[in-house]
Structures are given as structure tokens and as C-alpha cells.
């Protein structure tokens, strides 16, 4: 029952990412002394702040339209444009890391992926209802 196995190794590639973050704030927090749960004072800290929280916050889209591709469109495709987004994400990172005004290439890289993934999905799920009915 491997079905779906590669959306899976994406889907865990994609935590693994953003349990890196994770350590990345971790890591920042130790080098500028700030302990939880103040999370201003030192540059370094506040972007690894953001880049974990904006992960997180589009985890969400990107899981569901990553899974819903899969499902009703592809599943090399939607684990291609996965890949995408976790390269997206790794740029973002590495530009706000170094400047916030860097990270715009790979904000529209991952979101460009996600779109993709969402309107893709629910595109195909449309077309299915208006093709077969709504009781198929």
C-alpha cells in the first residue's frame, strides 16, 4: 500500500524543514542570550522568528493542496511542486536570514506552488462534480 509515497517523503521532507526552523530559532535565542518567551531585542532572533512562524503559517495551505492534488490530480506532480515549495521555502529563509528585503523570490516560489496545488485541486474537484454529478 504505497500509493502515495512520495507526497508522503515530501510531506516529512517539508517537517523536517520546518523542524530545522525550529532549531534555527533555538540556535538564535542561545546567541543572543534572549530567553523565552521574549522574542524582540536581537535582529537574528526576530527573522528566525518569522521565517518559523511564516512557515507554519502556510504549512496548512500547502499540506491540503499538496494532499488534494495528489488525490484527484497526480501524485508526481503534486510531490514536484512540493519539491518546489520546500525550495521556495529554503530561499525564503536564506534571503530574510541575510536581509528581509531579500525573501521575496522565494515567497513567490512556495506560493506560486501552493496556488497551484490549491486551484489545481479544487479545479479538478469542480470539473468531477460538473462532469459526474454531485451523488457520483
Known amino acids: 500500500m504505497m500509493e502515495h509515497r512520495w507526497t508522503a517523503i515530501v510531506t516529512i521532507v517539508a517537517l523536517l524543514v520546518y523542524f530545522y526552523m525550529s532549531l534555527q530559532v533555538g540556535r538564535a535565542r542561545g546567541t543572543s542570550g534572549i530567553a523565552a518567551p521574549a522574542m524582540t531585542g536581537d535582529p537574528l532572533l526576530e527573522r528566525a522568528l518569522r521565517v518559523h512562524l511564516n512557515t507554519l503559517e502556510g504549512l496548512p495551505l500547502f499540506l491540503g493542496g499538496l494532499w488534494l492534488f495528489a488525490i ?3 501524485e508526481c506532480v503534486a510531490a ?4 518546489v515549495w520546500i525550495a521556495g521555502r529554503l530561499i525564503y529563509a536564506a534571503g530574510y536570514m541575510a536581509d528581509p528585503g531579500k525573501r521575496s523570490t522565494g515567497f513567490l516560489i512556495q506560493f506560486a506552488a501552493s496556488g497551484v496545488l490549491l486551484l489545481g485541486a479544487l ?6 462534480l460538473a462532469v459526474h454529478g454531485v451523488g457520483a
Open 123 to 128: 479545479g479538478k474537484i469542480v470539473y468531477s
Open 72 to 74: 484527484y490530480w497526480n
Open 80 to 83: 514536484g511542486l512540493g519539491v
